[in-house]
């Protein structure tokens, strides 16, 4: 079996089915983990090899495949993350521009805002301090499907006060950041992030697959369902502990986690990114090397740049994102030059705090590696 990827070059290519890739896939929905579908997708220059396992569509029966449409959670960040380098390229915008100056109606005696400056540059590397709006959702959910206005999500971060007083001492990492970003965005440009996404990245890079569906609950095509365990927002569903939410409201995430796309799509943009088709050299550069140390974040993460994690594998110094999204999750794992990638995806996610099942943390950790095996030490760690 082949599915389509596409190319440095924008063609299609025929990704085949790796042996190594398919045992991995294949633990993962093992029982008694509770995935429904697995897939990890490697290139290696124009190399392409895939493993899947497991079901797309538990109704239906649909195979998982990496050519499906996903919910990428949290990758949508470096996606937000270069529009906005972007703008400081253009010097519209400068890493050292306060949220206070940028946004002065956001700030009031009584919230967040009120004490030391947060710069842009500290919203993108999420050494801001600002409290973390999802982690005040519950009182106010009222169904899967609702909306959420980006201004209540702001207003609910800004309600709390920081985790630390002194932006910039240290990561605490925090959705809120970016939709401050997606605000800046938009005043800056006279256009909402949407626009400047498609503009920007979507259509130069020929990513068909992708899009920003804020306010759409329903995904476009044929496309990955998501299942979480939703015990906790819904005690009397059925199956509640593998409940389909692929009709969960991506306007809860926003600028932070909205962006529907595929394996092949994600791919291609980290690669363009990498090798300089987004950014100057050295707004790139400062991009992945403008970090901080993301003290208590799981391995293999040992800092965050500015939208970009990186990571400390045992065959090299890797850079991405991890995607968190209800009934999603998503790694993307690259080079430095983007030639060596791997994007992961599994369709279940928990509500509940019951973490990621060891056999997907493991998969793609060792499929990034490939042969060479996943060994992760300081001393392996390289550029």
């Not at 996903?70 to 400068?94: C, D, H, I, N, P």
């Not at 256009?191 to 068909?208: V, W």
Request: hydrophobic share 35%.
């Amino acid at each position: 079996m082949a599915t389509a990827g596409q190319a440095s070059d924008g063609q299609t290519v025929a990704s085949r089915r790796d042996p190594a890739l398919q045992a991995l896939v294949d633990q993962v929905v093992a029982d008694p983990n509770p995935n429904p579908g697995v897939f990890l997708l490697a290139r290696r220059g124009s190399d392409d090899r895939f493993g899947a396992a497991g079901v797309a569509d538990r109704s239906a029966g649909t195979p998982m495949t990496p050519d499906l449409k996903f919910r990428t959670g949290s990758v949508t960040k470096t996606f937000t993350a270069t529009v906005v380098l972007q703008l400081v390229a253009e010097r519209r915008l400068r890493l050292d521009d306060t949220v206070q100056s940028l946004l002065p109606d956001q700030v009031r005696t009584d919230n967040a805002l009120s004490g030391a400056p947060v710069t842009v540059r500290q919203l993108l590397n999420h050494s801001s301090g600002l409290y973390d709006y999802v982690e005040g959702l519950l009182p106010h959910f009222r169904g899967l499907d609702q909306y959420w206005p980006r201004d209540q999500l702001i207003s609910i971060g800004l309600a709390q006060p920081r985790y630390f007083p002194a932006p910039g001492s240290r990561f605490r990492y925090s959705n809120t950041n970016y939709l401050l970003l997606d605000l800046i965005v938009e005043r800056i440009t006279d256009r909402d992030l949407r626009t400047n996404l498609e503009r920007r990245i979507f259509a130069p890079l020929g990513l068909r697959d992708t899009s920003y569906p804020l306010a759409q609950t329903t995904i476009d095509g044929a496309h990955v369902h998501g299942y979480a365990d939703v015990s906790l927002l819904l005690p009397n569903a059925p199956d509640a502990t593998r409940f389909d939410v692929t009709p969960f409201s991506p306007s809860e995430a926003g600028a932070s986690g909205a962006v529907v796309s595929t394996a092949a799509d994600i791919a291609r943009f980290y690669r363009a990114l990498l090798q300089g088709r987004l950014l100057p050299r050295d707004m790139l550069h400062r991009m992945l090397t403008d970090t901080i140390p993301t003290t208590g974040s799981a391995p293999p993460a040992v800092a965050y740049g500015l939208g970009i994690y990186v990571y400390a594998t045992g065959c090299g110094r890797a850079y991405g994102h991890g995607g968190s999204a209800p009934g999603y999750l998503t790694y993307a794992l690259n080079s430095r030059d983007g030639r060596d990638q791997l994007v992961a995806h599994t369709n279940w996610n928990s509500f509940t705090g019951n973490g990621i099942d060891e056999d997907f943390w493991d998969a793609f950790q060792q499929g990034y590696c490939g042969k060479r095996g996943w060994r992760p030490s300081a001393s392996d760690s390289k550029d």
